[in-house]
């Protein structure tokens, strides 16, 4: 380096330190002082794009929100979503300039269907209630799908670099796991405090046990490789442990039930039970349900298995208690008031983001609980697909319950055509995380936090990332020939 550039490297560093300090003694804003970082991940976004995606992952356990910090009124994570923003600029102008990826990633039939689930958001935001909300929230979609399942795609084609976005997503999460089980221990391991000790890095207990839940099948996976070395094969059975103490303190039912059901997706691929016979027995379920349906609900409401007690099995019974249990009943009181929203607006829906700002005056008074709101004040509506119904009508619900079809369908397929080996183990557990985490969207949801959305697209973008690799057709189309 020369002199002159010396000179002007300390020029700039002497007029940085003179604007931060004034900045945080005028204006007590201590944002100025990660203007260097910011400007070395542009950087680092711009030549190393792989290792930005990756840091991302990294991230998204230990993120922050700026709204619940206090700072500007704006629901954004730090710093994961400027990351996942910047990624997004850059993957436009990329593709406008020299496009990168491949047309297998670009016109995957999952990424089809969320093509048609964006249009239509973006349609929806138009007719919104509250525009401003809706394509604030569209933007966010947009942003969480784009790098993550974009890039990621194409950065997954390297094996390595699978498993290195699992690890660096779970390494951090072990550590807030430790840090939540510490906090907990000096409150005894009650109930009401296990709602709230893992924050600031999540919101409540119910997103934080479905996100131990999707990890759990990864880490069972990872030790079902073959010449594990010893010290990987102490570090996953400890992490795993870690994982399912934190997991049974989150007293989050859901996630316990979810893991279950996991299971029975993966005794349907391992054992390949043909689609028809699904088909068949889940009809019968449902007629069965229907025909009997008085008689169910009058079980139900003499379930009176509360959750606060200390027995398991108790607690997993109350799942079904909705006759005293508060939870249970405030849960019902949203969906009911998802489907009164959708029966007002069957089409387009109030707009995507909007259902905490709209369901006060959908809630029927015999609904309402002891932890109900009349401001409408309380979260969201306890499901992605109810949700979805409300906000984008039944076009909106329909839309994404495709994606999560066209995601299941690819994965079984991946799994029954790939030989033994590596990756046809990823396909596996791949699959039983994600089934437990949709399994449980059917009671809460996620998506729109980056806790959830990039792992859980992140290993959507790892199935995208084996299909293309061994070139397995999911939708076959028959041809006629003249």
């Not at 929100?65 to 994961?80: I, K, S």
């Not at 297998?104 to 964006?118: N, R, V």
């Not at 102490?234 to 442990?241: C, H, Q, R, V």
Request: hydrophobic share 50%; aromatic share 14%; with cysteine.
């Amino acid at each position: 380096m020369t002199i002159s550039n010396k000179i002007w490297v300390y020029v700039l560093g002497i007029a940085f330190i003179l604007i931060n300090s004034f900045v945080v003694f005028r204006y007590d804003l201590l944002l100025m002082a990660a203007l260097p970082a910011v400007i070395l991940l542009l950087l680092a976004t711009f030549y190393h794009t792989d290792k930005v995606l990756l840091f991302t992952f990294f991230c998204a356990p230990l993120s922050l929100n700026l709204e619940d910090m206090g700072a500007f009124g704006v629901g954004m994570y730090l710093p994961t979503e400027p990351i996942l923003f910047g990624l997004t600029i850059l993957f436009v102008l990329d593709q406008l300039r020299r496009p990168s990826i491949g047309k297998g990633i670009l016109w995957h039939p999952i990424s089809i269907s969320i093509y048609m689930y964006l249009i239509w958001l973006l349609f929806t935001s138009i007719t919104s209630a509250r525009p401003d909300v809706s394509f604030k929230f569209l933007l966010s979609r947009v942003w969480f799908f784009v790098p993550v399942l974009f890039y990621g795609a194409k950065v997954f084609a390297d094996p390595d670099k699978r498993k290195q976005s699992l690890w660096l997503y779970l390494i951090p999460l072990t550590g807030v796991v430790l840090y939540t089980l510490v906090r907990h221990a000096g409150h005894g391991f009650a109930e009401d405090p296990g709602h709230w000790v893992m924050s600031p890095f999540y919101k409540d207990h119910t997103s934080y046990g479905a996100i131990l839940a999707l990890f759990t099948p990864i880490v069972v996976g990872f030790l079902s490789e073959k010449d594990l070395a010893f010290y990987k094969k102490f570090a996953l059975w400890s992490i795993l442990i870690v994982l399912i103490v934190g997991l049974y303190f989150s007293y989050t039912r859901a996630a316990w039930l979810s893991l279950v059901g996991g299971l029975g997706v993966y005794a349907i691929l391992k054992y390949k039970v043909p689609f028809k016979l699904l088909v068949v027995v889940t009809a019968i379920a449902a007629v069965f349900a229907i025909n009997e349906r008085e008689k169910i609900l009058l079980d139900l409401e003499r379930n009176r298995s509360e959750h606060t007690t200390e027995d398991l099995g108790e607690r997993l019974e109350s799942v079904s208690n909705i006759s005293t249990d508060a939870s249970n009943l405030e849960r019902i009181n949203r969906w009911n008031s998802a489907i009164s929203m959708y029966e007002k607006r069957p089409v387009v829906g109030y707009g995507p983001g909007t259902y905490a700002m709209e369901y006060a005056p959908h809630q029927d008074p015999k609904d309402m609980t002891i932890i109900s709101s009349n401001y409408g004040d309380m979260g969201n509506a306890h499901s992605e697909y109810l949700g979805a119904l409300a906000e984008a009508g039944l076009p909106g619900a329909i839309l994404f319950t495709l994606i999560v079809v066209f995601v299941f369908l690819t994965g079984a397929k991946l799994y029954h055509a790939l030989p033994i080996g590596e990756d046809k183990t990823m396909v596996m557990i791949i699959v039983v995380a994600l089934s437990t985490y949709f399994a449980h969207s059917a009671l809460n949801n996620y998506l729109d936090t980056d806790k959830a959305a990039v792992p859980v697209w992140g290993m959507v973008a790892i199935l995208i990332a084996i299909q293309i690799k061994h070139g397995v057709k999911i939708i076959k189309l028959n041809r006629r020939t003249s």
